[in-house]
């Protein structure tokens, strides 16, 4: 694996405006501004109705720097698959075809056209921002949303349904590359960007984004929310490459050491207020167990 | 670019600043960099720069020192927070709205 | 060359002539064989294109936005549910501008569930912004397909080829396949006005707001209503775009003339009867006995249904006592989809021909001629405005 990129390594050159609609504080902005540096000008996007719709501009300004394509909520990788073809078609090389996708659009209704794509082997870098709920249309539960969360439309109780392991479904079409990473970690989201850039075959990240409105937190603490997410070993930066998994960063660190309670976790966003003690309790012992599974297969060593 | 002629025909937006304005307007407090106690400037070397990395909309400079586009900081706080060496302090706006006027 | 052939195999034939270059395919019946002719040429090396296997239809007509917006020609079929399916898509490769030519093989929409010919499909998509032909033999078939790829370039307007599933799609005809060099002076490369390009970055069909606004130049750019507008225009336009189409493909291959309507014996009729697709030839037997009978009957086929061709409607019913609309697919709760059209049409002649209306052929019910003569026969008089149906059984 090459270096790391550093701050001052990470190019320099903004492929987003300012100015844009994004909320103040807003964890997909980090992610998007790195993101773009890690693609390059020579990429084509394919957006769906979500939060970066809304980020990228409305008609006719734009405040993204890259040619994209909107498309319908259900249809993101098969806008991906026929862009590649066309691209084939006229014989233009060298140009990445990239798709950015809330939760929402990724494993709810974008999940069909998506697991499509995979299985034709479409060479395409297909990104999932997870906010954990259908943001843009105003913080309602989603597939990826975790259990016991408040949203519009589990307002009371929380949603009752466990957070659907969207990097495993993918794992499962046996890609060459699977990885998650964090809007806290963005250097590191730069590093796997680029790193699918240069594989041939569909790339899928998933990436989990702090969101203050939705979340129910200051704006000032997206990327303290975010760190917490992976310090307290809720959510794990990793690569699967070719069916072999490996904790990366802040997560490989972590093992064998100890983690911050899960309880650090939940006290910063107002949308666990409905979780118990009991099931604070419940979750440390789920998240115990994982990475005392972690430590067992020693997955977090270096290949 | 120039106008294509299907200009009236198509949603087809064209890259520039501002869609949503100037976003600076949306600040209650406005972030200040204390050059005394700010990494990069007190050491005159290219170091730190969480400010740069960590800001959502890409206001911040990767500059000795750092400098804030106040057109367009939506005044979001995280630079603040992630400052390793507390240099960026949160000032109420309305103080420079008095002082512009 | 001269062949027989099936009429889903005729359109596989205009696909490839007209050298698309992204194809993508999702089965349903009776459009399979389509698509797999298609993917028999693709494979073969017969035909430079890129086969996309889908896994729905709305993924499909996905596809072909895309590919188009990148700039490559592209192509789909699909039948009833599927057509359904890609409903959104559909309403949005016109929204786009997107010179896409779909061929829709008729079938009847579940449920319940038929496989069988009738019209609701791509009736059901008439106010989508498309432009929709329909052909009522092979040749047209395979003439239209050719043609569509040329109107829909022209205009910036997404073409769907409607053909009867079974009666068409699976029968067996004599046509004329085109010459490919033939073709090919006809039908230039696509050369789209704007196609995605890193060089020239443009964010396609984002949210648009309901007023007019400045764009980075400070002109003032368009809401969605200006744009939905200029579609609107542009269709009514595309009516004098698919005239001199026609016109230049008659000169190249000495076949068409009728690019609105294809009139039958109206000059001097009586009676009119009004049909889309195959079932205005099957009329055609119809007015001839009838004729035998001392009638003055007549048969005028719709060849584009959208945009409305109301100026060569009128021109074909106007002087009629009565005009007799048979159709396949109906808007329910009031009456025939093409008959609301061609009264509307109709409403500003002074006199003006009364209207009948015949739902007939629902998930494929056989329409016999001795029903169409029967019913043709009686109708000449105006017996009231709603719809009335044809060989109900029970």
Not at chain 2, 43 to 54: E, I
Request: net charge negative.
């Amino acid at each position: 694996m090459s270096a790391k990129t550093t701050i001052l390594t990470v190019p320099e050159e903004e492929l987003v405006h300012p100015g844009h609609r994004a909320c103040s504080g807003c964890g997909l902005s980090i992610l998007y501004r790195f993101g773009l540096k890690a693609l390059g000008r020579d990429t084509i996007l394919i957006v769906p109705p979500s939060c970066l719709t809304v980020l990228q501009g409305l008609y006719p300004i734009a405040a993204t720097q890259l040619p994209c394509l909107n498309v319908t909520f259900a249809s993101t990788a098969a806008a991906a698959t026929g862009t590649i073809a066309a691209l084939k078609a006229q014989g233009k090389e060298g140009i990445t075809v990239a798709a950015w996708a809330g939760d929402g659009g990724t494993s709810d209704i974008g999940i069909q056209a998506l697991s499509g794509a995979c299985e034709r082997g479409d060479n395409f870098i297909f990104i999932c921002y997870d906010n954990e709920a259908y943001m843009n249309t105003g913080v309602q539960r989603s597939g990826t949303t975790p259990r016991g969360v408040i949203t519009t439309t589990t307002p009371i109780h929380g949603k009752r349904q466990e957070k659907k392991d969207m990097p495993a479904i993918m794992a499962a079409h046996h890609l060459a590359y699977v990885a998650t990473g964090s809007a806290a970690y963005p250097l590191d989201v730069y590093d796997k960007i680029k790193k699918a850039t240069g594989i041939t075959g569909p790339k899928y990240l998933h990436l989990h984004t702090p969101c203050p409105p939705g979340w129910g937190y200051d704006t000032r603490y997206t990327v303290k929310v975010g760190r917490l997410a992976v310090e307290t070993g809720l959510f794990d930066l990793y690569e699967i490459e070719h069916d072999v998994f490996r904790l990366t960063g802040a997560s490989k660190k972590l093992v064998g050491k100890e983690r911050k309670p899960v309880a650090a976790y939940f006290e910063t966003q107002t949308r666990f207020r409905a979780l118990t003690r009991a099931r604070i309790a419940e979750i440390q012992q789920e998240v115990d167990a994982k990475w005392a599974g972690y430590e067992t297969e020693k997955k977090g060593t270096p290949a | 670019m120039s106008r294509l002629p299907f200009a009236r025909r198509k949603s087809h937006s064209e890259p520039g600043p501002g869609d949503a304005g100037k976003t600076g307007s949306w600040r209650v407090l406005r972030p200040l960099i204390d050059v005394q106690l700010c990494i990069p400037a007190k050491t005159k070397k290219m170091a730190c720069f969480n400010c740069w990395l960590y800001c959502p909309d890409g206001v911040v400079t990767r500059t000795i020192p750092p400098t804030i586009d106040y057109d367009y900081c939506k005044g979001c706080e995280i630079c603040a927070e992630e400052c390793p060496a507390g240099a960026i302090r949160m000032v109420e706006e309305t103080e420079f709205v008095k002082r512009e006027q | 060359m001269h062949c027989i052939e099936s009429g889903n195999v005729a359109a596989a034939y205009g696909v490839k002539l007209a050298r698309v270059q992204v194809i993508a395919a999702y089965p349903i019946t009776p459009q399979t064989p389509l698509t797999e002719k298609l993917s028999e040429f693709v494979d073969a090396g017969e035909m430079e294109a890129e086969y996309i296997p889908v896994e729905s239809e709305h993924s499909a007509l996905a596809v072909c936005i895309a590919a188009t917006s990148a700039g490559a020609r592209s192509f789909t079929a699909t039948s009833a549910n599927g057509l359904l399916y890609m409903s959104e898509q559909v309403h949005w490769a016109a929204g786009a501008r997107l010179p896409i030519v779909m061929c829709v093989v008729n079938r009847g929409i579940g449920a319940p569930w038929t496989i069988w010919n009738d019209h609701q499909d791509s009736i059901s998509q008439r106010d989508a912004g498309w432009i929709q032909l329909y052909a009522c033999d092979h040749q047209q078939i395979i003439d239209t397909v050719i043609q569509a790829f040329y109107l829909a370039e022209t205009v910036s307007i997404p073409v769907m080829v409607c053909y009867d599933g079974y009666l068409l799609s699976h029968t067996y005809m004599p046509f004329e396949v085109p010459e490919a060099e033939a073709v090919d002076r006809f039908l230039p490369p696509f050369k789209p006005a704007y196609a995605l390009d890193p060089r020239q970055p443009a964010n396609l069909n984002t949210v648009t707001l309901p007023d007019v606004r400045p764009d980075i130049r400070g002109d003032l750019a368009p809401g969605y209503t200006e744009i939905r507008h200029n579609l609107h225009f542009d269709l009514r336009q595309a009516l004098g775009t698919v005239a001199e189409i026609d016109a230049q493909f008659k000169e190249a291959f000495g076949r068409g003339g009728s690019p609105h309507v294809e009139s039958y014996c109206c000059d001097d009729a009586d009676y009119i009867a009004v049909a889309l697709g195959s079932l205005a030839y099957q009329l055609r037997d119809v007015a001839d006995m009838l004729r035998e009978e001392g009638m003055r009957a007549g048969v005028c086929g719709i060849r584009i249904y959208r945009p409305f061709p109301d100026e060569a409607v009128v021109e074909a019913l106007a002087r009629a006592k009565g005009v007799i609309v048979f159709e396949k697919a109906l808007s329910y709760g009031n009456e025939g989809a093409l008959c609301g059209d061609i009264k509307a049409a109709l409403y500003g002649c002074d006199p003006r021909p009364f209207v009948r209306n015949y739902i007939v052929g629902l998930g494929g019910r056989e329409i016999r001629t001795a029903d169409l003569l029967a019913a043709l026969r009686t109708a000449t008089n105006n017996r009231g405005a709603t719809c009335e149906w044809l060989g109900l059984k029970l």
